[in-house]
Nanobody, 123 residues
Framework: VQLQAFGGGLVQPGGSLTLSCAAS????????IGWFRQAPGKEREGVSY????????YYADSVKGRFTISRNIAEGTVYLQMNNLKPEDTGVYYC?????????????????WGQGTLVTVSS
């Protein structure tokens, strides 16, 4: 099982970015995929997840209404569309996977992690 997150970068407040998580070595519709982020000096926190097989989605209150998670099972990719970005969204964003119809942002249940991609929101 391998995950690779990419798409980060520098963006101004109010801007948008789309992160991608490319998965290989497993069938995506057997796994929940979550996005997490870690700001400098802070704990890693859950941002959003998409559950399998039904595609149920969850968002942390801090990103609700601004971020959208989606997936393309055939391509093995999960996306995180981020709009109206704020400086407090700055951090390293990770995608992670856990097998089964799991519905949680408890990061210690996620078995597989990508390497992270840096998002910086600054003017």
């Amino acid at each position: 099982v391998q995950l690779q997150a990419f798409g980060g970068g520098l963006v101004q407040p109010g801007g948008s970015l789309t992160l991608s998580c490319a998965a290989s070595g497993f069938t995506m519709d057997d796994y929940a995929i979550g996005w997490f982020r870690q700001a400098p000096g802070k704990e890693r926190e859950g941002v959003s997840y998409i559950r399998s097989p039904d595609g149920f989605t969850y968002y942390a209150d801090s990103v609700k209404g601004r971020f959208t998670i989606s997936r393309n099972i055939a391509e093995g990719t999960v996306y995180l569309q981020m709009n109206n970005l704020k400086p407090e969204d700055t951090g390293v964003y990770y995608c992670a996977a856990v097998r089964g119809p799991v519905a949680t942002m408890y990061r210690f249940l996620y078995n597989y992690w990508g390497q992270g991609t840096l998002v910086t929101v600054s003017s």
